[in-house]
Structure formats: structure tokens, C-alpha cells
């Protein structure tokens, strides 16, 4: 009886198959190492004490454009933004020669935009330069001495070409909400 001859353990698959298992997990770990390393923690944020301090800020401003009756129409157009500023009666002070617009990228703040628009003779603000990038945004008007301002939910600027915004208190979890 003829014993046929045994290959060696390199020509064989079983091994290679067993070895590659562990060897892709190590390859992943780098992979994801690498992508931590490197990475922008945009949505980190380094000081939360701080941070809790400005929302009362916010939260103030907002207050502040209830209390005049604030709202706001903004359409985008092939010729730039235009913004219709409403207030209450006799609300003067809400109204200035510029306004300025942030449109805040839900996830990326490279993304994030600002526009200052001006007040034509027919009381619209205007801003005929900017360009509405595609994607989620949550937008923010206010004054260039940010005594108020308004914020909208997030829309989708490939899709809607106009907006009303109204003035809100957002709610804060955790933080005792005062008249």
C-alpha cells in the first residue's frame, strides 16, 4: 500500500482561512485607529460648564424675540436670499439696517454658513451673493449686536424653497424654565 506523499502546510487552505480571521480584525482595529486619530470631534465639546452657561445667553434672546412679536418669511432664489422681518406693532427696535443668518449644518461645521443681509427701501432683507448648500440645516437670524434672534427647526435646503419662522423658547432638559 502506497502512502501518497504530504504537501506542506503552505499549500493547504485551512490554515490560511483560520490566520486570516484574526489577521482582518487586527486590519480593521488599525483602520478604526487611524479614523480616530485623524477625525474632526466637531460634535465634542471641550469645555460643558461653559457651555451651560451660554445656553441661558440663548435662551435669553429668544425671550427677547417673543416678547417684540417676531417672525420671519426667508425665501432662496436663483438671485440669493430674501427675508421678510415681522414684528408686533410699535416694535421698532427689532428692525435694523442689516440681519444676519447662520445656517448651522446638523452634523458638520465645515458646512455651516453666514450671510449678512441688508435692509432694501421696500423693508426686505436681502443678500444677493449667497448660495443655499444642499443638506439639513437649523438656521439663525438675529442682529450683528445679538439683542434677539430666531432659530427654525432643521429643513432640508434641496428641498424647500421658503420658510416661516416664528419666535420660540426651545426647551432645555434639565433647566428650570422662568417667565
Do not use: C
Not at 5 to 15: G, L
Not at 33 to 62: M, P
Not at 114 to 138: C, K, S
Not at 156 to 177: C, L, N, R, S, W
Amino acid at each position: 500500500m502506497a502512502v501518497a506523499p504530504k504537501s506542506h502546510w503552505t499549500r493547504e487552505p485551512w490554515p490560511w482561512i483560520l490566520m486570516a480571521i484574526p489577521a482582518s480584525s487586527v486590519v480593521a482595529g488599525m483602520t478604526m485607529l487611524t479614523f480616530a486619530i485623524t477625525s474632526n470631534n466637531a460634535l465634542v465639546v471641550d469645555d460643558y460648564y461653559k457651555e451651560g452657561k451660554a445656553i441661558n445667553q440663548r435662551i435669553g434672546r429668544d425671550r427677547e424675540a417673543i416678547r417684540l412679536g417676531l417672525g420671519a418669511h426667508l425665501a432662496w432664489q436663483a438671485q440669493g436670499i430674501a427675508l421678510t422681518l415681522q414684528s408686533a406693532p410699535g416694535s421698532s427696535q427689532a428692525h435694523r439696517d442689516t440681519i444676519g443668518i447662520r445656517l448651522v449644518h446638523v452634523t458638520d461645521d465645515t458646512l455651516d454658513r453666514a450671510y449678512v443681509l441688508r435692509r432694501d427701501a421696500g423693508g426686505v432683507y436681502r443678500n444677493t451673493e449667497a448660495v443655499m448648500p444642499a443638506g439639513r440645516y437649523r438656521i439663525h437670524i438675529e442682529t450683528p449686536d445679538r439683542d434677539w434672534r430666531l432659530v427654525s427647526d432643521l429643513f432640508d435646503t434641496g428641498k424647500v424653497t421658503a420658510t416661516d419662522i416664528a419666535a420660540a423658547v426651545p426647551a432645555v432638559q434639565g433647566a428650570a424654565q422662568k417667565p
